[in-house]
């Protein structure tokens, strides 16, 4: 299962997050902390984990 690394656009905090894809499709992203869903996706911290070669 991929993780999404998220930032809080209300609260700032970063949230590393088990999404399914469905989940992460749907867009339904809360913030664990101060429940918002104003989540900002950081994508840097995915390409650096799943760097293949191709
Ligand atoms: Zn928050």
Do not use: F, V, W
Request: aromatic share 4%; net charge positive; proline share 4%.
């Amino acid at each position: 299962m991929p993780n999404y690394e998220y930032k809080c656009l209300d609260c700032g905090k970063e949230s590393e997050l088990n999404l399914s894809m469905s989940e992460h499709d749907r867009g339904k992203i809360t913030c664990p902390a101060c429940k918002s869903a104003r989540m900002e996706q950081l994508i840097s911290a995915i390409s650096a984990k799943t760097s293949r070669k191709s």
